[in-house]
């Protein structure tokens, strides 16, 4: 029962570098989402996708980029990363209106 | 947009005792979903109990149970005969139908042997 699958787990990146960060889910979930999540201030949700070629933002989208080509996938974009960004990023998957299925989260962290 | 507001940062509490988390949110939607979700040191997400705006009756898992005030817009969990496992963080969560979740910054609870 893999669930959501986030590679990778951990990430040490220069200011200025790019990565990408994935997202599996084999549920077959309309729904995606990308969340960060930093000491007192929860998870704040970046980007989600109600559905395959679909994206939209969430209450911290800057800096990042999203893309949804395959229902599985969900890839989480940093063009160039600034220290501001290091974190620990969480992918989740669901239904319309169900409970959201998390991964085990990717811990990034930007020197 | 829909704000969530947990007002204790940190808990704790006695082996068996119980223990209440308080979660307030802020929505002019009539039809919504509510959660609570735990997170242990293992930094994995977990679902504790759902409530559907629509239903008067609070919702139960076990030794978990929620107070839904749906005028004052609160939504409280009780974490009865806790155990050393019930440690973590827990995060309230809130959602419109078809929409994105959002959560409060969380309460990290401590369960004291």
């Known amino acids: 029962n893999a669930g959501v699958t986030q590679t990778p787990k951990f990430r040490v990146l220069k200011t200025g570098q790019s990565m990408t960060l994935l997202c599996a889910q084999d549920m077959n979930h309309e729904y995606m989402y990308w969340y960060r999540q930093d000491p007192g201030m929860g998870l704040r949700l970046i980007h989600y996708?109600?559905?395959?070629?679909?994206?939209a933002k969430g209450e911290v989208p800057d800096g990042y980029n999203v893309s949804r080509l395959k229902k599985q996938n969900f890839l989480l974009g940093l063009e160039s990363a600034a220290p501001s960004q290091t974190s620990v990023y969480f992918c989740?998957?669901?239904?319309?209106?169900?409970?959201?299925?998390f991964g085990e989260g990717s811990r990034l962290t930007v020197l | 947009a829909q704000t969530v507001t947990q007002s204790q940062p940190e808990m704790s509490v006695q082996e068996a005792e119980t223990v209440t988390l308080s979660c307030t949110y802020d929505t002019s939607e009539n039809n919504y979903y509510l959660f609570w979700y735990k997170q242990p040191p293992s930094r994995q997400m977990i679902l504790v109990i759902r409530q559907e705006a629509y239903k008067q009756q609070n919702a139960t898992e076990n030794r978990f149970s929620v107070n839904f005030q749906k005028a004052a817009k609160s939504f409280s969990l009780k974490i009865s005969d806790s155990q050393l496992g019930d440690t973590a963080m827990y995060f309230c969560a809130f959602m419109k139908p078809l929409d994105d979740m959002r959560f409060g910054a969380g309460t990290r609870l401590t369960v004291k042997p």
């Open positions: 996708s109600v559905g395959e070629g679909t994206t």
């Open positions: 989740a998957s669901s239904p319309p209106a169900g409970e959201l299925f």
